[in-house]
């Protein structure tokens, strides 16, 4: 019998959010491990990578495995799958998932802690999660994705050929890292916008009260913060201050002094929805 409304349980930030709600919750690979999961009932686990003896005891202790690997305890039915959607494009667990959903009927699918942030090997791999929400919406299914998922919007959160002001998504991380990339000093009227922009980007009492963010003075008389969990949230930016960070950011590239750490905001900011650069 079909399922009417599933979860999808990842190992993102969001996964604190999950309501555990559902008639079934799916797990990925060993995410019932978590500590803030204990007692939580979780009806399936998927895995498809080699697993040693005591990680596989592990999660069979929380729930049986869907695989087509042999240590499955349900097998999952990869080439009625590929023959159903005449495709191999899977590109990981979350896609066979999806595709698994789609394949038994489930009417509707929640997303928790699948957010694939741009950047690393989830940037590899969201265009497959992506294609295999459009197919199953295709078929009617309804998927719900977790709020501060960067999956379904564009890198800037703007729709192609809108101007550069809006709701950006960005992780606490980020908005720590562009802190501190800002300049300290200069003009008046520079700084007016660089002081408009930090006020942006700086965490909010509500937020400090949701995610347990710590503010702490420094030495030097600057403040610097402290996050129990990471978390992503929109944070709105008008024309000017939008434009403003990106000049910031494309200098500091030019003079090859850009952080390592600051490339996937750069990306966000300076990259424009048609693809290319100021």
Known sequence: MALNDVILLAKGETRYLCPFDSEEVWGVNDIGSDPKFEGKKIHKIFRFDPTDSRLLAEMKAIAPIVSWQSYHDIRYPLDKILKEFNTEYISNTISYMIAYAIYTGVKQLRLYGVDAPYGGIYEIERSGIEYWIGRAEERGLRVVVSKGSHLLRTITGSIYGKPREGN???????????????????????????????????????????????????????????????????????????????????????????????TTIYKKLVKLPEGGER
């Open 168 to 262: 950006i998504p960005l992780y606490f991380a980020e908005r720590l890292i562009l802190r501190n990339v800002l300049p300290k000093e200069g003009n008046y009227e520079d700084m007016e916008k660089c002081s408009l922009a930090r006020w942006l980007i700086e965490p909010k009492e509500r937020e400090c009260k949701e995610f347990g963010v710590e503010v702490m003075r420094m030495a030097n008389g600057s403040l610097a913060y402290k996050v129990g969990k990471e978390f992503a949230n929109e944070i709105w930016m008008p024309k000017e201050t939008w434009d403003y960070i990106a000049n910031e950011l494309i200098k500091l590239e030019k003079a090859g002094k850009l952080p390592a750490e600051a």
